[in-house]
Structure formats: C-alpha cells, structure tokens
C-alpha cells in the first residue's frame, strides 16, 4: 500500500513567522510531488509543485524534495492570516495515481 | 461556465438509494477523476478516466459506477448508496494523467441516511 504521511496539526505560527509542513512518502519510484491548500469547506487548489531535489521558491512558498529520504516539505515565510488552511502533499505514483496525504492544518495567529 | 463544476452541491439520501453526482467540465482536459473526502484520511481516488470512454477503478471502487461517452461530463453513481459513502466529493481534471497539476471542482456534500 503506497502511503503519504503528514502531521495532522493544527500547525499553530504567529504572524511574520516561517511555517514548516513537513510530508513523508512510501514509493521510491514517486517522480513528481505536488502541495494543495485547502481553505475550509473549499475544495484543493495546487501552490507548489516539484520534481527534482532540492528547493524550489515561489514568493513566499518554498517546496524541498529530498528523495533519498522520501521526504517533502513546504516552507510559508512571513506567514498570514490569509495562509490559514489545510495543506495536502500530494505524490504522483505513476499510472494515473496520485496519492494524497490526509493534511496538515495551519493556522496563523495575527 | 468556464471551468469545472459539480452538481448537485448538497445532496440528502436515503440508504438503498441510486445517486448519481454530475461533474462538468469546459477546458477540454482528458483526464477526469473522482475523490471522496473523509476526516483523517485525506482525498481518495474513486474511479478515473483518461479519455471518452475510457475508465478505471481508483483505491476505493466498490459501490460506485462511472461512465464517460463525452470528453466534459464524468458522472458518478452510487448503485445503492450506504451510510459509509457519506463523504464530500470531489470531480477533478488533469490536462496529463501524470505529473501534473489537477483542478477540483467545488465538491458535493452527500449524506446518506
């Protein structure tokens, strides 16, 4: 059974703070890895995608792939209010499946 | 409409029920998917479908039926719904089946009585 495993939260940063979401993955053949926000009672939308390791920033976002550790994160720098939602990793198996974490919940404190 | 919808939004069942949940979408993408959302276990794949007509099962299939005779509508039937297919559900479209990034519809909260 392939797994993405992410800490369910609530993920509590003040304002101005640096938010860490952190994402663990069970196939190493895993190619491409995706972050959804999940704003309450909205559906997902994608902010970052990744397919090779190292960083990738974009704005405030910041995606890290490590495969060798099978290990994903999203940074959110200078955290808002607004940025307070339920984050998906994402992990595309191949084959036309992409496996989902259940979320981490963020909230940001003004 | 430009994008990708869900009908009905809200749906109340009764258990024994045929249900069947439409989704619509206008980008012309190939790729169509259903999910279900439960707490704690994050988005689910229902069925998915790579093209008119051509369709596959998901991590979670049973009880549920799909078809796909044109490029835009994807819809999804319980044959007859239970109480553990109460969930929301999510319509999504991918323009690659890969790798790439997927759009969700707004989803359709199901209650089965």
């Known amino acids: 059974q392939k797994e993405v495993e992410q800490n369910s939260g609530p993920l509590s940063v003040p304002e101005g703070a640096i938010a860490s979401l952190n994402c663990t993955y069970s196939?190493?053949?895993?190619?491409?890895f995706f972050w959804y926000r999940q704003y309450s009672g909205k559906s997902p939308e994608l902010i970052m995608f990744?397919?090779?390791?190292g960083d990738k920033e974009d704005g405030r976002f910041t995606a890290q792939l490590n495969k060798a550790s099978q290990y994903v994160s999203l940074l959110i720098r200078d955290s808002q209010p607004s940025d307070s939602a339920t984050y998906l990793c994402?992990?595309?198996?191949?084959?036309?499946?992409?496996?989902f974490g259940a979320g981490t919940r963020l909230f940001v404190k003004a | 409409d430009a994008g990708i919808t869900q009908s009905p939004r809200y749906k109340i069942t009764e258990t024994g029920r045929q249900v069947t949940l439409m989704c619509h979408q206008t980008?012309?993408?190939?790729?169509m998917f259903w999910y279900r959302q439960d707490l704690g276990h994050g988005l689910r794949l229902i069925y998915y479908?790579?093209?008119?007509?051509?369709?596959d099962k998901g991590e979670v299939p049973d009880g549920y039926v799909v078809s796909r005779s044109k490029t835009e509508n994807f819809p999804l039937t319980l044959e007859s719904a239970t109480r553990s297919q109460t969930s929301v559900y999510f319509c999504a479209s991918s323009d690659s089946g890969s790798g790439y990034e997927q759009f969700f519809g707004p989803g359709t909260r199901l209650t089965v009585l």
């Open positions: 479908s790579a093209a008119a007509d051509i369709t």
């Open positions: 196939d190493r053949g895993s190619q491409s």
């Open positions: 990744i397919y090779s390791n």
């Open positions: 980008w012309s993408h190939s790729y």
């Open positions: 994402a992990v595309d198996t191949g084959g036309f499946k992409t496996i």
